[in-house]
């Protein structure tokens, strides 16, 4: 897939994501829905976000590192994306339940610290250049 086909893909599945949590957040009752009113709701600010930092994260890398591999920038930045939608989804649903306290929060990004570091050092060992230059 090139890398224009792989953005505009990007960009149109993550405007449909962000429409799709609109949809949910003014059409959906948080009472009458339950559980599965709430997954969607989590699951489609999660993909939103999923895109939106991918991309954000994608742009930011291809106009700083021109040296580096755009596929090595898509995957760094998609990785990176992730977890950032996965912190800040998890966070929500942790103030939702009233169970993020400041402790909660530094644990979530220290595990999350850890699997980046994981994925860096495989990269490391793959390619034999650390992928932070």
Do not use: D, H
């Not at 103030?95 to 530094?106: D, Y």
């Amino acid at each position: 897939m090139s890398l224009k086909k792989y953005l505009f893909l990007m960009v149109f599945a993550t405007i449909l994501c962000w429409a799709a949590w609109a949809f949910v957040l003014f059409f959906v009752s948080p009472r009458g829905a339950g559980a599965i009113g709430l997954i969607f709701f989590y699951l489609s600010l999660f993909l939103g976000f999923l895109g939106l930092f991918s991309i954000l994260g994608f742009i930011i890398r291809y106009l700083f590192k021109k040296q580096e591999f755009a596929y090595r920038q898509v995957k760094t930045s998609f990785r990176q994306g992730t977890m950032f939608a996965l912190l800040l989804t998890g966070s929500l649903f942790l103030q939702s339940q009233r169970l993020l306290v400041w402790w909660n929060t530094l644990l979530f990004v220290f595990l999350l610290a850890v699997v980046e570091y994981y994925f860096l050092v495989e990269e490391e060992k793959r390619y034999g250049v650390p992928s932070t230059k």
